[in-house]
């Protein structure tokens, strides 16, 4: 089944910054909405980022805002994930998520295709 897949995770002390890479697929890509997600251990997956199709619409998790950056190139089926200003609660495995539609979605139900996920570990 093909799939979105992640790449850019590891450990990052507090304070710093990871860039995290998505690459998609498909003939239409730049009409499909991208997510981003995380799953900490024991806690349900949650939203993080979300950007339409476009590009012109983002929307950020409340905890993410103002550190986190989700972006796209249409022209390389990717989508990024910059995370700056890491914060230990930010530890999880983080999840790239593809939608057939093209607008944004926080719900996790919204997304078609989902990616293997990409570990995310930031030290105090």
């Known amino acids: 089944q093909v799939q979105p897949v992640e790449f850019g995770g590891g450990l990052v002390q507090a304070g710093g910054s990871l860039r995290l890479s998505c690459r998609g697929f498909g003939f239409a890509f730049g009409r499909n909405a991208m997510g981003w997600f995380r799953q900490a251990p024991g806690k349900e997956r949650e939203y993080v980022a979300t950007?339409?199709?476009?590009?012109?619409?983002?929307f950020y998790a409340d905890s993410v805002k103002g550190r986190f950056t989700i972006s796209r190139d249409n022209s390389e089926k990717m989508v990024y994930l910059q995370m700056d200003r890491l914060e230990p609660e930010d530890t999880a495995v983080y999840y790239c998520?593809?939608?057939?539609?093209?607008?944004?979605?926080?719900?996790?139900?919204?997304?078609?295709?989902w990616g293997q996920g990409a570990q995310v570990t930031v030290s105090s």
């Open positions: 998520a593809l939608s057939v539609k093209p607008y944004t979605s926080s719900r996790p139900e919204a997304y078609d295709h």
């Open positions: 950007i339409a199709g476009s590009g012109g619409s983002l």
